[in-house]
Structure formats: structure tokens, C-alpha cells
T-cell receptor, first 116, second 111 residues
Framework: DTGVSQDPRHKITKRGQNVTFRCDPISEHNRLYWYRQTLGQGPEFLTYFQNEAQLEKSRLLSDRFSAERPKGSFSTLEIQRTEQGDSAMYLC??????????????FGPGTRLTVL | TQLLEQSPQFLSIQEGENLTVYCNSSSVFSSLQWYRQEPGEGPVLLVTVVTGGEVKKLKRLTFQFGDARKDSSLHITAAQPGDTGLYLCAGADNAGNMLTFGGGTRLMVKP
């Protein structure tokens, strides 16, 4: 399978704990995006990387959130001191940075976070 | 801030019926993508429309991009139970840096 993969698929944690999610993009894609989706809503943009550089961050990404893509391949999203409002599906997507599919983003299966 | 509104939010129809889902915005997008999402899974890309007035067909699905690239529609002919899911439209900014999603249309096709 050469699609976007995410790990874990599900995470249940207690309020105040830290959690980290991983995303492996499609291998030839330079761009990697993180989105958050709450129940009954469309995904909301969080941040994106061009190779290892984090180029844009949404206002939704509070100080408790940090994302990295150290070698320009996989990415991690960490949430510190989780709150119940962080419960959501966290989606990762990737896209090539040029060519006819420039704007097409391909999504992974998501990580469902539940904060108790 | 770019916003996309989808309508209807929910749609429940019988197998064999036709339906249209609308995606509207006051903003211009460089391209617009339609996704379908199953419960507990990520969105799956169906189509990308780029040119104003463009029409694309994918079997029983017809996608249209408005002339001004602010709106789009998805028409399904002879819906089948397998079409059940959440349909999302998403507009790309000029740099392709992010997608702005609509709230989705949840479709249920009853056999």
C-alpha cells in the first residue's frame, strides 16, 4: 500500500496527558498537511510542511500543539496537556509540490483521539 | 477568510433517485476538490475541477465548477446504496497551501 498512513488509528487518553501521532506521506510527495475534524464537521486546516520546513500554521494550532517533519519524510503531531476539546479525528494529507496534481491532497485514514 | 457552504446537510433518498449537492462560496478558488468519506476513515478524493465552467464525469457522478470558480455542484444519477457517505467539497487557495472544506453533505441511499 503506497497511500498515506497514520499511526495510531485510535488513541484514548486522560485529560492532561501528552499524545503524539505519526503520519507517513506518499513517498514522492513533498508537501504534508495536518487537519482536524470534529464530529459532523468538515476538516479544518492546522499546518503544512514543504519538505522539512513548516510554512503555515492555523490559529487553531495553540501553543500546546507542535508538529515536526525533521527529515522531510514522516511527520509527528504532538498535543501537550490534552483537554477534552482536543477530542477529534486528526487527518494527515500529502501532495506533490508541482505538476498537474499540484492542489490535490491525498488523505490518510486519520487518528481518532478521545480525551477523557 | 474563505468559507464554503454545502447544501443540503443531510439527504436520505431511495435507490434509483437522482440528487444534487451544492457547494457555494463568496471566494474564488484556484481549484475545487470533491471527497467522499466513510465513517472512521479519511476523505477519499473523487475529482478536482480547475477551470471555470468545467464539467467532469465519473460514472454516475457529474461535477461542475461554476464559471466564476466560486461554486460547484455534484449530481448523482440513479443513486445506489454504495453511494452512501459524507460528501465534502474543498477549495484550494492560489498557492495550494491549504484546503478550505465545506461542512459536508451526509447522503443515505436506501435500498
Amino acid at each position: 500500500d503506497t497511500g498515506v498512513s497514520q499511526d495510531p488509528r485510535h488513541k484514548i487518553t486522560k485529560r492532561g496527558q501528552n499524545v503524539t501521532f505519526r503520519c507517513d506521506p506518499i513517498s514522492e510527495h513533498n508537501r504534508l498537511y495536518w487537519y482536524r475534524q470534529t464530529l459532523g464537521q468538515g476538516p479544518e486546516f492546522l499546518t503544512y510542511f514543504q519538505n522539512e520546513a513548516q510554512l503555515e500554521k492555523s490559529r487553531l494550532l495553540s501553543d500546546r500543539f507542535s508538529a515536526e517533519r525533521p527529515k522531510g519524510s514522516f511527520s509527528t503531531l504532538e498535543i501537550q496537556r490534552t483537554e477534552q476539546g482536543d477530542s477529534a479525528m486528526y487527518l494527515c494529507a500529502s501532495s506533490p509540490s508541482s505538476g498537474s496534481s499540484y492542489n490535490e491532497q491525498f488523505f490518510g485514514p486519520g487518528t481518532r483521539l478521545t480525551v477523557l | 477568510t474563505q468559507l464554503l457552504e454545502q447544501s443540503p446537510q443531510f439527504l436520505s433518498i431511495q435507490e434509483g433517485e437522482n440528487l444534487t449537492v451544492y457547494c457555494n462560496s463568496s471566494s474564488v478558488f484556484s481549484s475545487l476538490q470533491w471527497y467522499r468519506q466513510e465513517p472512521g476513515e479519511g476523505p477519499v478524493l473523487l475529482v478536482t475541477v480547475v477551470t471555470g465552467g468545467e464539467v467532469k464525469k465519473l460514472k454516475r457522478l457529474t461535477f461542475q465548477f461554476g464559471d466564476a470558480r466560486k461554486d460547484s455542484s455534484l449530481h448523482i444519477t440513479a443513486a445506489q446504496p454504495g453511494d452512501t457517505g459524507l460528501y465534502l467539497c474543498a477549495g484550494a487557495d492560489n498557492a495550494g497551501n491549504m484546503l478550505t472544506f465545506g461542512g459536508g453533505t451526509r447522503l443515505m441511499v436506501k435500498p
